[in-house]
Nanobody, 131 residues
Framework: QVQLVESGGGSVQTGGSLRLSCAPS????????MGWFRQAPGEEREGVAT???????SYADSVKGRFTISKDGAKNILYLQMNSLKPEDTAVYYC?????????????????????????WGQGTQVTVSS
């Protein structure tokens, strides 16, 4: 079973930046769909940014222009560069991925920020933004 290991969370002030990383616990074949999700206390989990292949991306409206998702396709390492952070970005951030070789073309293009079809999840990393 592959595990996803996240790193890079922390505490920053409004306007600051953080970079999250997510890597499989062992080398794997291509994971075509990967993404970042977050959950704030008392809130439902929401999609933040996802990526299909190595370059097709989708972002929640609340983070467009501030967050950038990217991927090292050879190693299935996922990144989330977060700039201009706001207090409302405070949440636990989770990395997710589909199984190697899983076909995710159709559902990713229909609902790119949905979390239901991902097979692997990280343990979560806390991001706290103070005003």
């Amino acid at each position: 079973q592959v595990q996803l290991v996240e790193s890079g969370g922390g505490s920053v002030q409004t306007g600051g930046s953080l970079r999250l990383s997510c890597a499989p616990s062992r080398p794997t074949y291509t994971m075509s769909c990967m993404g970042w999700f977050r959950q704030a206390p008392g809130e439902e989990r929401e999609g933040v940014a996802t990526i299909y292949g190595d370059s097709s991306t989708s972002y929640a409206d609340s983070v467009k222009g501030r967050f950038t998702i990217s991927k090292d396709g050879a190693k299935n390492i996922l990144y989330l560069q977060m700039n201009s952070l706001k207090p409302e970005d405070t949440a636990v951030y989770y990395c997710a991925a589909v199984r190697p070789f899983a076909v995710c073309t159709d559902w990713w293009h229909l609902r790119p920020l949905s979390s239901v079809d991902y097979n692997y999840w990280g343990q979560g990393t806390q991001v706290t933004v103070s005003s």
